[in-house]
């Protein structure tokens, strides 16, 4: 029988084990203006996972964690009145992309109809992603939608759950 030693994690002051920091930003958007930023700081974010943390971080899980960014803070901005609160979060091999607004009211997610003229941002987002969910809040609502970072071997995007 073979024993594994494993490292104690420090103690914080209230005695209790320190948890290593999520990798996760933040970003207010007040304005129109801010979705632009928004659709900017995940590249940034996601180009700091990959050069500080070493994690992988495909080219494509750029370009549709930024487009998913653009079309969930854009709703935000048109439906909700106020500021709105993006989140983005490392989580098992993807980033978990959450916007807050201020809104009640649930968006409905439109079955596609290549003769309709908009309102097929959602519908997009949760074909490109891997997991989507709404979450009412005490206050508003939460849209979080999941981005795998790399892509499989063959060089096809991973597969999605909707929740």
Partial sequence: MSSERRPVPEAEDDGRPS????IAVSVAVEDD???AEARDAAGAF???VQSEHGLPVSG???GVAQLVVSELVTNARKYAPGPCLMTLEIQDGTVQISV???STVLPAILAPDPGRIGQHGLEIVTALCVSFAIHREPVGKRITAGVMLADDPGGAAAGRQVL
Avoid at 19 to 22: E, F, G, L, R, T
Wanted: cysteine-free; hydrophobic content about 50%; glycine content about 6%.
């Fill in 46 to 48: 996601l180009s700091r």
């Fill in 19 to 22: 948890v290593p920091a999520a």
């Fill in 33 to 35: 203006t801010g979705i």
């Fill in 60 to 62: 494509r899980a750029v």
């Fill in 100 to 102: 807050w607004d201020s």
